[in-house]
């Protein structure tokens, strides 16, 4: 039975700040009750995963950026077929765009956790900045995790 809430984390743990969505999912995995929680993780967004949306009733996709001031940002998603849409690696809102497309229905709601990060070099570890943001998010993706009302989520994100 597919779980209701899914939380999909990716990036590489080689590459320095990448990490960062993964490492979340390892913080989540050790704090969070995992009851109503489905972990996924993956190098890169592809088409494939717009399968995983099917029967969810929250998704919460987390990673690395360096596109925003501040430890993270939280925002709502919708589908939209960007530049992403037809590369190796898609966006968010394109695997949403895929989902909608091809189930003929509306996703689930749909939230990203952007963890600021700084330095992506292959080898690298966590740089002090990430590791400090990763807290912050680690701690605001804990908070989220113990509600999973969409409007309250839609809350946060207006503020986040």
């Given at each position: 039975m597919?779980?209701?809430?899914?939380?999909f984390g990716?990036?590489n743990?080689?590459?320095?700040d990448?990490?960062?969505?993964?490492?979340?999912l390892?913080?989540?995995e050790?704090?969070?009750?995992l009851e109503?929680i489905e972990?996924l993780t993956d190098f890169?967004?592809q088409?494939?995963?717009a399968?995983?949306l099917?029967n969810?009733?929250?998704?919460?996709f987390?990673?690395?950026s360096?596109?925003?001031i501040g430890?993270?940002?939280?925002t709502?998603?919708?589908?939209?077929?960007d530049?992403?849409?037809t590369?190796?690696?898609m966006?968010p809102a394109?695997?949403?765009a895929v989902?909608?497309?091809?189930k003929?229905?509306t996703?689930?709601?749909?939230?990203?956790?952007s963890?600021k990060?700084?330095?992506?070099?292959?080898?690298?570890?966590?740089?002090?900045?990430?590791n400090?943001?990763?807290?912050q998010?680690?701690?605001?993706?804990?908070?989220?995790l113990?509600?999973f009302?969409?409007?309250?989520w839609?809350d946060?994100a207006?503020y986040?």
């Amino acid at each position: 039975m597919v779980k209701p809430i899914l939380l999909f984390g990716y990036g590489n743990l080689s590459r320095g700040d990448d990490a960062l969505g993964p490492l979340l999912l390892q913080y989540v995995e050790d704090k969070v009750c995992l009851e109503a929680i489905e972990i996924l993780t993956d190098f890169q967004l592809q088409i494939e995963h717009a399968l995983d949306l099917e029967n969810r009733t929250l998704v919460l996709f987390v990673d690395a950026s360096v596109s925003f001031i501040g430890a993270f940002d939280f925002t709502e998603l919708t589908p939209a077929r960007d530049n992403s849409y037809t590369t190796h690696a898609m966006s968010p809102a394109a695997v949403l765009a895929v989902y909608q497309e091809i189930k003929k229905q509306t996703p689930p709601p749909c939230f990203l956790l952007s963890i600021k990060g700084e330095s992506f070099e292959l080898g690298e570890g966590l740089s002090a900045n990430a590791n400090d943001n990763l807290e912050q998010a680690c701690q605001f993706a804990e908070e989220l995790l113990q509600n999973f009302d969409a409007n309250r989520w839609r809350d946060l994100a207006s503020y986040a």
